[in-house]
């Protein structure tokens, strides 16, 4: 087991999943989380663990912490930074993100990564500081992305590494084996959070970049979406094709349709559509219409 006591902030699936690896080993004093976490909610309910539901930026939230007396706040997922008054109350302050910082601080940052036809993500524990990713490094983990990945793929591999890296690094800090490391400021790269309003495809794209941004936010993520007339086409997942076509086309016009996909121009080749829903009845979708 290991020798000591944290208070863990944590939210959604990876949140979910670290919050039942570190319960495993009973040092948990308490739990951060927002009230759209169901189930770590639920959780902590089920296992009687003291739950603070909310905005850690408020008074509520300190008051709250001020009655463990634990030196370490681990972070996992968390949706809010926090703010000096809650660092100060923690001699060690720990965060899991899933990137290679100082690459890709921000929200979603896996996303990002395969939108950006990246070949590599990670995992980093950092320092907690009041600038967001930006402590120094304590453990990282590679991860490949091939070239097939969705963002749910590597959210899996997230799945089964977070937990495992947790134990690791818990078990190093309590052998006093963690040496920091400062993140390299010129390197950084900073990405904005993402909601599902942000997925919308431009035809005009290279047809590479399309299928990256199909791949990224394929299930479970919102999905890209384009629409037919008013209708809102979400594609979850398509191929590059050799499709022949004529330079003069608009990008995004429809080139064949058959019972299995449909293919698309764009401005340097074509794309075939192999997994798509609708909010509206397209079945009557045939060729020379176009998507925007």
């Known amino acids: 087991m290991i020798d000591c006591r944290l208070v863990l902030a944590c939210s959604?699936?990876?949140?979910?999943?670290?919050?039942?690896?570190?319960?495993?080993?009973?040092?948990?004093?308490?739990?951060?989380t927002d009230k759209k976490s169901t189930e770590i909610i639920n959780f902590c309910s089920k296992?009687?663990?003291?739950?603070?539901?909310?905005?850690?930026?408020?008074?509520?939230?300190?008051?709250?912490?001020?009655?463990y007396k634990d030196d370490i706040l681990f972070s996992v997922n968390y949706l809010f930074l926090f703010d000096e008054k809650i660092i100060s109350l923690f001699r060690y302050k720990f965060n899991i993100?899933?990137?290679?910082?100082?690459?890709y601080r921000g929200r979603t940052p896996h996303v990002w990564a395969i939108i950006n036809n990246e070949r590599k993500?990670?995992?980093?524990?950092?320092?907690?500081?009041l600038e967001c990713d930006a402590g120094d490094i304590f453990l990282q983990k590679e991860i490949p992305i091939t070239y097939h990945d969705t963002g749910g793929v590597i959210l899996q591999k997230y799945i089964y590494h977070y937990p495992r890296m947790i134990k690791q690094f818990l078990y190093l800090f309590s052998e006093q084996k963690i040496v920091p490391k400062k993140q390299?400021?010129?390197q950084k790269t900073y990405f904005n959070k993402?909601?599902?309003?942000?997925?919308?495809?431009?035809?005009d794209w290279q047809r590479e970049r399309i299928y990256n941004w199909v791949r990224a936010l394929a299930p479970p993520y919102p999905g890209a979406f384009c629409f037919l007339g008013e209708a809102k086409v979400i594609i979850n997942k398509l191929r590059l094709s050799d499709f022949g076509f004529y330079c003069d086309m608009k990008n995004g016009f429809i080139l064949d349709v058959n019972t299995d996909s449909i293919i698309v121009k764009t401005p340097n080749g074509c794309?075939?559509?192999?997994?798509?829903?609708?909010?509206?009845?397209?079945?009557?979708i045939k060729k020379g219409d176009v998507l925007v």
Do not use: M
Not at 97 to 103: A, I, M, N, Q, R
Not at 271 to 284: A, G, H, R, T
């Open 97 to 103: 993100h899933g990137s290679l910082l100082p690459k």
């Open 271 to 284: 794309v075939e559509i192999l997994d798509y829903i609708s909010d509206e009845n397209i079945d009557y």
């Open 194 to 203: 993402r909601t599902p309003e942000d997925g919308r495809i431009v035809w």
């Open 12 to 32: 959604g699936l990876l949140g979910n999943v670290a919050l039942k690896c570190l319960s495993k080993e009973k040092i948990i004093s308490a739990v951060l």
């Open 184 to 186: 390299d400021e010129q």
């Open 121 to 129: 993500t990670g995992i980093t524990i950092h320092d907690i500081t």
């Open 47 to 67: 296992n009687r663990i003291d739950c603070f539901i909310g905005n850690a930026r408020n008074d509520e939230c300190i008051e709250f912490v001020k009655k």
